[in-house]
C-alpha cells in the first residue's frame, strides 16, 4: 500500500489508474472497487477526477487546433453534454469557434429538452442564436427574466416597492436588454410576453418593464438596431427627459398627442403607445401636469376648456386611461377626444378649486357637486382624475375640497377593494404639504369609506397619513 501511494504521488492518479486496472483485469464501468481502494489509501477523488479532466481538455484541445470544421462539430456534439462542466467547458467554446461561431441546427432543436439550460454556459452570440431559433427556449429565457421583474418591482398598496429577494441579485431589466442584443426577433418575443401579461392581470408593471426596457437597449451594444424599429422609440425619447427633469413639458405633451395622432387608424401600435403612457411614472407627471396647470388657471381667471395645454394632455391621457380595454380587447381604434372632460369636469374642479379661494355659498359649492358626479358618469378622464385632485386637496390640507370630491365620486363608483388599494397608491405619491391638517384630512376619508363600506380600510388609511 505505501509502494502504491508513493508511485501515485510521483506519477499522479491517471497513470497509476490505468496500469492497476490493467494489472488487476479490471474493465472500464468497473471502476467502484478501483475507487474504494483509492480511498483506503487516502487519495483524494476530486484530485483524481480533476487530473483526468485536465488531460481530457488539453488532449481535446490540441485535437481541435489541428481539425476541420466536420471534425470539430463532432468533437463539440460529444462535449456539450458536459459544458456545465468547469473543466470541459473550454472544449466546447474552441469547437464552436472552430466550426465559426455557429450553433449546427441539429443541435439547437435539441435544449428543449435534452440540453435544457446548456446554453447559459455557451458564448453571448451562440445563446442568443439558440433563444432566436428555439422558439420554446428563447419564451422560457424571457418568460424567466420578465416574471423575475414583475417580483422585484411589485408594489405593496401603500404604494412602496416590497423587498423580494436578495438585494445582489441582477438586475432583471439588464438581463432582458443584453439576452435581446441586437435581435429584433428576440424583443418581439418580449413585447408579446409583455402585452399577454398586461392584458391578462392590468399589472402597470408591465407597462413599467414596457417603456423602461425600450430606453434601456439605446445603453446595449446593437441595441440601435432594435430600438429604431420599435414604433414607440420616438415616444421613449421624450419621456426620457421628462424623467431626468422629473415634470413633462407643454412641448413633450405636445409632441406625444401628435405621435398619437400619427399613428394609422386601428393600428396595433396604439396598443404599445397606450402601455408606455400607463408607465406609473409617466402617468404621475402627467397627472400632476393636469393638477398644477389647473391651479395655475386658476389664478389667471382663464376658461380651461379654451387652453391648447389641456387639450393636448386630454388627448394623451384619454389613450393611457383606455390601456386596459385596448390590450384586453384588441381595440385599436383611436378614442376620441373627450370634450366632457374639458367642458364640464375640468371646469367644475377649477371652481371648485376657486371656490375655496372665494369663499362660497353651499348653494353655489353642492352646483360643482353636481356638476362633477354628471362629469363621472360620462368621461374616463374624469374618473380616473379624481384622485390626483383629491391627492392635491389632501396634500394641501383642502378639506372642503376632499369632501366635495368624496361626495362626487358616490358609492357606485368605488365599492371594490381595487379602487381602494389605487386610491391609497395614488395618495401615497404625492407629498404632503401641510401636515397639521393631516387629522382632519383623515377623519373625512375614513368617514367616506366607512358610507362606501370599504372593510379593513381604516387601517390602510392611518398607514398613509402616517
Not at 432543436?109 to 431559433?133: C, G, N, S, V
Request: aromatic content about 6%; hydrophobic content about 40%; some cysteine.
Amino acid at each position: 500500500a505505501k509502494k502504491l501511494k508513493k508511485d501515485l504521488l510521483i506519477n499522479g492518479p491517471a497513470v497509476v489508474c490505468a496500469r492497476v486496472q490493467k494489472e488487476q483485469g479490471l474493465q472500464i464501468g468497473d471502476f467502484e472497487p478501483m475507487l474504494d481502494f483509492l480511498d483506503v489509501l487516502g487519495a483524494s477523488r476530486a484530485a483524481i477526477f480533476e487530473q483526468m479532466m485536465t488531460k481530457v481538455r488539453e488532449k481535446l484541445i490540441r485535437e481541435i487546433k489541428t481539425a476541420d470544421e466536420e471534425q470539430a462539430k463532432k468533437i463539440f456534439k460529444s462535449a456539450l453534454p458536459y459544458v456545465s462542466c468547469y473543466e470541459l467547458k473550454p472544449v466546447v467554446h474552441e469547437a464552436l469557434k472552430r466550426m465559426g461561431g455557429t450553433v449546427p441546427a441539429e443541435v439547437i432543436a435539441k435544449f428543449t429538452e435534452k440540453y435544457r439550460d446548456l446554453e447559459h454556459h455557451l458564448p453571448p452570440q451562440a445563446r442568443r442564436q439558440i433563444w432566436e431559433e428555439n422558439d420554446e427556449c428563447g419564451v422560457r429565457r424571457l418568460n424567466l427574466l420578465i416574471t423575475r421583474y414583475v417580483q422585484q418591482h411589485a408594489t405593496s398598496h401603500d404604494g412602496k416597492k416590497s423587498k423580494k429577494g436578495p438585494s445582489s441579485a441582477a438586475d432583471p431589466l439588464i438581463e432582458i436588454s443584453e439576452t435581446i442584443g441586437g435581435s429584433f426577433k428576440l424583443y418581439k418575443k418580449a413585447l408579446e410576453l409583455m402585452r399577454s401579461g398586461y392584458a391578462h392581470t392590468f399589472d402597470p408593471v408591465f407597462c413599467r418593464l414596457r417603456l423602461d426596457l425600450m430606453i434601456s437597449l439605446t445603453y446595449q451594444a446593437q441595441g440601435d438596431k432594435v430600438y429604431k424599429k420599435d414604433p414607440c422609440s420616438q415616444l421613449a425619447t421624450i419621456v426620457e427627459a421628462s424623467f431626468k427633469n422629473n415634470q413633462i413639458s407643454a412641448t413633450s405633451v405636445k409632441s406625444i398627442a401628435k405621435l398619437i395622432a400619427s399613428v394609422p387608424a386601428n393600428h396595433p401600435a396604439l396598443g404599445d403607445v397606450a402601455m408606455c403612457l400607463s408607465h406609473p411614472d409617466l402617468k404621475l407627471l402627467l397627472e400632476k401636469e393636469v393638477v398644477k396647470l389647473l391651479g395655475s388657471l386658476v389664478e389667471k381667471k382663464a376658461i380651461p376648456r379654451t387652453f391648447q395645454r389641456i387639450k393636448d394632455l386630454d388627448k394623451v391621457l384619454v389613450v393611457l386611461y383606455k390601456a386596459k380595454h385596448t390590450m384586453q380587447n384588441q381595440d385599436f381604434a383611436k378614442p376620441k377626444v373627450e370634450e366632457t372632460a374639458l367642458q364640464v369636469f375640468y371646469t367644475a374642479v377649477a371652481s371648485m378649486i376657486a371656490s375655496k379661494l372665494l369663499g362660497e355659498s353651499p348653494e353655489i359649492v353642492q352646483k360643482h357637486s353636481k356638476q362633477l358626479k354628471n362629469a363621472l358618469k360620462q368621461s374616463i378622464i374624469a374618473r380616473e382624475m379624481t384622485l390626483p385632485f383629491i391627492a392635491r386637496a389632501a396634500r394641501q390640507g383642502d378639506v372642503n375640497g376632499i369632501r366635495l370630491l368624496l361626495t362626487a365620486l358616490g358609492r357606485h363608483e368605488v365599492s371594490t377593494i381595487h379602487f381602494a388599494n389605487h386610491f391609497v397608491d395614488t395618495l401615497s405619491r404625492w407629498r404632503k404639504r401641510a401636515p397639521e391638517k393631516l387629522d382632519l384630512v383623515k377623519k373625512e376619508v375614513l368617514k367616506w369609506a366607512s358610507r362606501c363600506g370599504f372593510d379593513g380600510f381604516d387601517e390602510k388609511v392611518a398607514q398613509l397619513f402616517r
